[in-house]
Structure formats: C-alpha cells, structure tokens
C-alpha cells in the first residue's frame, strides 16, 4: 500500500484482548485505520490498551461480562464511531449472531459472512459439506446426536474405539475417547454436560478414533470476488488435552503428494461454500496408510497464522482486513512459494508439568530477538498476568532455512527469554525440542501421551515406535 492509499476503514474496534488485540492493532495502524481497545476492568493497564487510538472500558473482569457482552462491545463500537469490528480469535471470533448484529448496526465484522460461520462453523453441518463436495471425512455419522441409542448404533457401525466431540464448538471441550460399548453411555452424557456448558449445545458427532494420526491444516485466504488461494500447510500434531502447543511447516515426513492432495482438497472445500476472509480447513493424516479425513473448518483467524506468514511473507491479517472491505486478494495462487521451515510455540502462564495456571505479577520480562525472531506477546515487566483468562501469554515464532536449524533457533530464542514472577512453560518445550522422536519427526496427536519428559512422569516406553496405541 502507497502512503497516499486510502485505508480499508476509517476506525476498527478490537473485540478482543492480549496477543491478539495487539496484533489487530498494529496491523490497522501500518493500514491508516484508527483503533478502538476495548478492555476488561481488569486489563484497564493491558498493553492494547495503552497502544491503540482510543479506548474503552466494556465491563467487570469475567469474560461474560465484558469481553463476550455483545451489548456493551456494539455500545461501545457505536459510541466510538467505527466502522468495523475486528473479533481476533475465540471469545466472539465465530458466534455467527454477533456477526449478524454489526452488519444490521452498519459495521463490518470482519471475518467470513454469516452464511460462511453457520455452515462451516457447525461440525456436523461442516461434514455435510465436506461429503457433498467429495473431501474425505472420518468414518462416522454427519448428523449431531442427543439420543445414546443413535449414537451407540453410529458407534458399533463404525467399530470402538470412537472419538465423541461437540458439534458447536472446538478447544477439546466434551471431546471424549471411548474405547468399549460399556463405557459409551457413561462417557456420551459426561461429554454432553460438558458441551451444554460450554457452547449451549449438547449435540454430539461420534467418529471413528485414529490413534495414530498427525494433525494438518492448511490456511485459507479468500474475498468476495471469488478468489480463494491457500498459503501452504502447518502440523500442529504436538498437542496436550486436545490444545496445540507447537506448530510448523512444512511438516517433516508428510509426502509431497498427500501435502498437495489435502490443499488441493481444502481449496475445494473452500470454493464450494463461496468462502471469503481467513479461515482454516484441519485434517488428520494417516501417514502409514496414506489417507487423510477433513475434520473441522476454523472461520476465523488462527492462533498459529504467525507460522504461514514466516514461510510464506505474507501478512495474513492485513488481507483479512482488506477483503472485508470489498477489496480483491493482492496475492494470486502462483505467489505463493513457502520457503525454509519455521516453528512456533505456545507460551503460556501455567507450570510446565502440572499446568496448572500462573497468574501473577511479572517481574521482569525480556524477549528474545535476533534474525528470524519473532514474538507475538502483550507481556510487559511490571504486568499482572489475570486469572480470569486464557493462559496463553505469548507465542514465539522462528524461521530458519531448515527443520534442524529451526529447532536450535527455537532453543537458543527460549534460553534467552525471561519471565520472571509467575512460572511458564517454556521447560516444556526445551524438553519435546529436545526429544530424539521430535527431531526425528516421529510425532502424531498422542505424542505427549508416549514420551517421558520429565523423570518423575510415569510412561508406557521413551520410543513412539514401540506405542501403536494411547495407554
């Protein structure tokens, strides 16, 4: 963009907190688009509140109260005169109501269109599409079930051990492994409060368990003209109670073909339900048996995006905004050349064993840097980290010409990072980095199920090869 371009918008509201808001933030002002920060009386001292144009306060510290209190965020975005909101990622990134609601107040929501976050942001409703448009899905029903008979007769049709996840939401919340019929009943109703709590719905899909299975993603850039291209994959197979912790690209080990076949097929799924703005299609991959399934559709923007713009130069956000304003994608599917191999892992204010979260006071903070340095963070020395939130403090990325050179980057950027006064689990990461399996890219989803990490853990065995299955 010339510095004499007219920006996107005039003003955007950050419907959003920490990392992210920041983020959102920086974009719009390299942009020209004023900002609005909204915050939390907890996080009146936060740093996107002290960065953005303006800002206000929208409610007491619980999340419910303010950060996903819809009222006070349009009170807010209609006091402050913006004409777009930007929801980062979580909180209301994919409640396809809020988005309805800017769009009858006048403001642009910027993220995907409503018709785009109830199809594909609904799991059950996302399989449907996925088999109508011939992309591979897990074995398993595309209806979401209340009823235990239903659900038990999809169960014994795809054969135990099943996998039980909410058809509403993500985040593993009410994601449930059952390995035998007896369990199923017990397990399903566990699942199904859990989901009621945390989404408002209780329906739930059963599929068939893949144990040993890696998890690829593959980011999506579309606008309203039609133009859909996809900037690469990541792995994002290293993950502890259904959460990420590490992403990267390329993914070590993945055949270039299936690689090609699962964009190929994400691109496919994309353009069959006319997606516009950044989203991101996810797959398992079976490696042994060379299939991969579709299993969910993120509308929104990603926590680990900071990975596809190291690989591929792109700037991810500053697109989203852009084709929420009508403009067409400045990037064309030839452009797209990834290159070497970057890492990103997830900070978080918890203890690296237990995880047991670290709110705190943050003494004193220094972030590493260096060529091929990132850090995504709001931390700041003399910050309180709240307990209100998610723990996620930070996200360090780093680039590098290839894998092996990209972990002792990432090691070397760890040892330099300091977080004094609450604890962290950045031990945790130096140890999987460290790991012979993840080196050798002998990794899937259960990883840190199979793996001793720290002495006093029990384990099955320290060599994936010798675990076919979860103990």
Same mark, same amino acid.
């Not at 899905?137 to 595309?142: A, E, L, N």
């Given at each position: 963009?010339?510095?004499?371009?007219?920006?996107?918008?005039?003003?955007?509201?950050?419907?959003?907190?920490?990392?992210?808001?920041? &983020?959102?933030?920086?974009?719009?002002? %390299?942009?020209?688009?004023?900002?609005?920060?909204?915050? !939390?009386?907890?996080?009146?001292?936060?740093?996107?509140?002290?960065?953005? !144009?303006?800002?206000?306060?929208?409610?007491?510290?619980?999340?419910?109260?303010?950060?996903? +209190?819809?009222?006070?965020?349009?009170?807010?975005?209609?006091?402050?005169?913006?004409?777009?909101?930007?929801?980062?990622?979580?909180?209301?990134?994919?409640?396809?109501?809020?988005?309805?609601?800017?769009? +009858?107040?006048?403001? $642009?929501?910027?993220?995907? $269109?409503?018709?785009?976050?109830?199809?594909?942001?609904?799991?059950? &409703? #996302?399989?449907?599409?996925?088999?109508?448009?011939?992309?591979?899905?897990?074995?398993?029903?595309?209806?979401?079930?209340? =009823?235990?008979?239903?659900?038990?007769?999809?169960?014994? &049709?795809?054969?135990?051990?099943?996998?039980?996840?909410?058809?509403?939401?993500?985040?593993?919340?009410?994601?449930?492994?059952?390995?035998?019929?007896?369990?199923?009943?017990?397990?399903?109703?566990?699942?199904?409060?859990?989901?009621?709590?945390?989404?408002?719905?209780?329906?739930?899909?059963? %599929?068939?368990?893949?144990?040993?299975?890696?998890?690829?993603?593959?980011?999506?850039?579309?606008?309203?003209?039609?133009?859909?291209?996809?900037?690469?994959?990541?792995?994002?197979?290293?993950?502890?109670?259904?959460?990420?912790?590490?992403?990267? *690209?390329? *993914?070590?080990?993945?055949?270039?073909?299936?690689?090609?076949?699962?964009?190929?097929?994400?691109?496919?799924?994309?353009?069959?339900?006319?997606?516009? !703005?950044?989203?991101?299609?996810?797959?398992? #991959?079976?490696?042994?048996?060379?299939?991969?399934?579709?299993?969910?559709?993120?509308? &929104?923007?990603?926590?680990?995006?900071?990975?596809?713009?190291?690989?591929?130069?792109?700037?991810?956000?500053?697109?989203?905004?852009?084709?929420?304003?009508?403009?067409?994608? *400045?990037?064309?599917?030839?452009?797209?050349?990834?290159?070497?191999?970057?890492?990103?892992?997830?900070? +978080?204010?918890?203890?690296?064993?237990?995880?047991?979260?670290?709110?705190?006071?943050?003494?004193?903070?220094?972030?590493?840097?260096?060529?091929?340095?990132?850090? =995504?963070?709001?931390?700041?020395?003399?910050?309180?980290?709240?307990?209100?939130?998610?723990?996620?403090?930070?996200?360090?990325?780093?680039?590098?010409?290839?894998?092996?050179?990209?972990?002792?980057?990432?090691?070397?950027?760890?040892?330099?990072?300091?977080?004094?006064?609450?604890?962290?689990?950045?031990?945790?990461?130096?140890?999987?980095?460290?790991?012979?399996?993840?080196?050798?890219?002998?990794?899937?989803?259960?990883?840190?199920?199979?793996?001793?990490?720290?002495?006093?853990?029990? !384990?099955?065995?320290?060599?994936?090869?010798? *675990?076919?299955?979860?103990?």
């Amino acid at each position: 963009m010339s510095l004499a371009m007219k920006p996107p918008f005039q003003k955007l509201l950050i419907a959003n907190r920490g990392e992210i808001a920041l &983020r959102v933030i920086r974009a719009c002002h %390299e942009l020209g688009i004023k900002t609005v920060a909204v915050h !939390s009386t907890a996080d009146r001292h936060a740093l996107h509140v002290k960065l953005a !144009s303006e800002s206000v306060c929208i409610g007491p510290a619980l999340a419910k109260d303010s950060y996903l +209190n819809v009222a006070s965020i349009m009170s807010a975005a209609t006091a402050t005169g913006v004409d777009a909101i930007h929801p980062g990622y979580g909180f209301l990134s994919e409640n396809a109501a809020f988005a309805e609601i800017c769009g +009858n107040c006048g403001i $642009t929501f910027v993220g995907p $269109t409503v018709r785009n976050m109830r199809v594909m942001g609904d799991k059950a &409703r #996302a399989r449907r599409a996925a088999d109508k448009a011939g992309v591979p899905t897990i074995p398993g029903d595309s209806q979401g079930l209340l =009823d235990v008979p239903q659900a038990l007769e999809v169960a014994r &049709r795809v054969g135990f051990p099943v996998l039980l996840k909410a058809c509403a939401g993500g985040g593993g919340r009410g994601m449930k492994i059952v390995q035998a019929e007896e369990e199923f009943q017990k397990l399903f109703h566990t699942a199904q409060r859990e989901v009621e709590a945390a989404f408002g719905d209780g329906h739930l899909l059963v %599929e068939k368990y893949l144990p040993r299975v890696r998890h690829i993603e593959v980011q999506l850039l579309g606008d309203q003209h039609k133009n859909l291209v996809h900037l690469g994959i990541r792995d994002c197979s290293i993950q502890r109670r259904y959460q990420k912790i590490i992403e990267e *690209s390329p *993914s070590k080990g993945l055949p270039p073909k299936m690689q090609e076949q699962i964009q190929d097929a994400a691109v496919v799924l994309g353009s069959s339900v006319g997606y516009s !703005s950044a989203g991101t299609v996810e797959f398992l #991959a079976d490696l042994e048996n060379e299939k991969f399934y579709f299993i969910e559709m993120n509308t &929104r923007l990603q926590v680990e995006h900071p990975v596809t713009e190291m690989q591929t130069g792109f700037d991810i956000l500053k697109e989203q905004i852009r084709v929420a304003a009508g403009l067409e994608l *400045s990037i064309k599917q030839e452009d797209v050349q990834p290159k070497g191999h970057s890492l990103e892992v997830r900070v +978080n204010a918890e203890h690296p064993r237990t995880l047991v979260p670290s709110p705190g006071l943050v003494t004193s903070y220094h972030p590493p840097g260096g060529n091929g340095v990132r850090v =995504d963070s709001a931390l700041y020395a003399g910050y309180t980290v709240q307990p209100y939130y998610d723990s996620l403090i930070s996200k360090l990325i780093v680039h590098a010409d290839d894998r092996d050179a990209c972990i002792r980057k990432m090691l070397v950027a760890l040892d330099e990072y300091i977080i004094d006064g609450i604890q962290t689990n950045i031990e945790l990461h130096r140890r999987i980095l460290k790991h012979p399996d993840f080196q050798a890219g002998r990794i899937y989803t259960k990883f840190l199920d199979h793996v001793k990490l720290f002495p006093e853990e029990a !384990s099955c065995d320290n060599t994936l090869e010798k *675990s076919a299955t979860p103990s």
